[in-house]
């Protein structure tokens, strides 16, 4: 059995081998278990990513409806194949650019104090780019959800300013945010897949292929506390926000958990061979 394994209560391999998803088994079959796979390709011709294709727009893009996700959005390009393309090393140059004395990132409008009435103008119409106010610290969620676009590229996840996030995106593990959007250390365990909200999951995966390891406390402490909450089942649940609230027993709800418990044993396998 490999080491990661090992390292976990129950083996997570039966029911993530036993789901009826192609996609998934795909995945585990090449990541967790090191199969000769073939091509990706063919999972394209699936319902839900047909479902996708047809949203894309004449020029290539997809519609999207916030430009301070930039980094998350990044991330999916750059696994789609565009990371040596030029406007990606130009959105890489603008997130350097917006970082915070601190070097992590936050939201520029959450580091001024404005009314209500200005922060719905600068966030619902048009209007100048507001600059941050760099003496505030940064954010742990919007620094988690940058940081993915430099963990998935082949040369920015090698960078200094990649090490230093990672590190202070650790140093804030299970803990409140620094500002009142999705404050509440509960978000750390509230998981989704794919990726979007800043959680101890998608950023323990950066954190990985950025390089940091095992040994490291935080990391080794976020290890043990996944470990501990796996379930009798070997899957881990969506969400750990409410411990006593029932899951939800929907098909939707059943396959988050199936990928969620798939994107725990990459980082396992990652980190711990």
Partial sequence: ????????N?????????SESKALQYSVRRDLLGEQVGSPHGLWQL?????????????????QYATYYTGAIMALLIQAGYADDPRIEKAFQWLLAMRQDDQGWTIPLLTHKLDRATQYRLASAYAEPLQPDRSKPFSHNWTGMVLRAFAVHPSYRHSKAARVAAHLLKSRFFQPDSYTSYQAASYWVRFD?????????????SLSLIGLSSDDE????ALKWLADHQE?????????????EREK?????????LWVSLAICRVFKRLLG
């Avoid at 319902?47 to 519609?63: F, N, V």
């Avoid at 897949?193 to 995966?205: C, E, S, T």
């Avoid at 935080?218 to 402490?221: N, R």
Wanted: net charge positive; no cysteine.
């Fill in 1 to 8: 059995m490999d080491n990661w394994r090992k390292q976990l």
């Fill in 10 to 18: 129950f083996d997570p391999l039966p029911p993530l081998l036993a």
């Fill in 47 to 63: 319902p839900k990513a047909q479902r996708i294709l047809k949203k894309q727009l004449a020029d290539g893009a997809w519609p």
């Fill in 193 to 205: 897949y794919p990726y979007w909200w800043n959680n101890l999951v998608a950023a323990l995966d």
């Fill in 218 to 221: 935080q990391i080794k402490q």
């Fill in 232 to 244: 009798a089942s070997g899957l881990w649940k969506v969400s750990y926000a409410r411990p006593h």
């Fill in 249 to 257: 027993e929907t098909a939707k709800a059943r396959e988050t958990k």
